[in-house]
């Protein structure tokens, strides 16, 4: 498993509710789509937020219906394993964590996986013009904008001053 030196990603709302995470690494593209049951926006900038923290590890959760995707973030220190499970069912207890299907899996370093959430999602504020707009199309659920500013203020130092 060799490290992507690149990652791109990108929030795309496919309707009112809907919305794909696009993510680009390592030569592949992978598409996991999400519903407004839950926050996958704003769980994978908080998971982001806490590689940046200087967390080893973290997760984000991409609801739909009944299932969804789960990204998981492990080992991280300059790099960080990572894993893009679907799940058929995350809304039953007794069947979330079954019968997972592995999408993607790789290394990526840190620093570049933060510069390419807080881009994603400064890409998608810029795209819907403002927090209404984005509001509007996703469903009544406000943009993480407090994620966002957090991403951007501790930029890249928050790894190196959490380690000293």
Known sequence: MALSEELALEWKVRAVGSADLIWKAGGEEIRVHTTYLGDGLGSLMQAALDLQSGSSSSFATLLAEPGGSRIFFSGAAEEVYV?????A???SEEGRWRDGAMLWH???KVDLLIRAVRGMAEGLLATH???EQYTNAWGGERFPLDKLAALRSGGDQG?????E
């Open 159 to 163: 790894r190196e001053s959490s380690r």
């Open 83 to 87: 894993q893009m499970v679907a799940f």
């Open 129 to 131: 013009r403002n927090i």
């Open 106 to 108: 790789g290394r990526i």
């Open 89 to 91: 069912d995350l809304a």
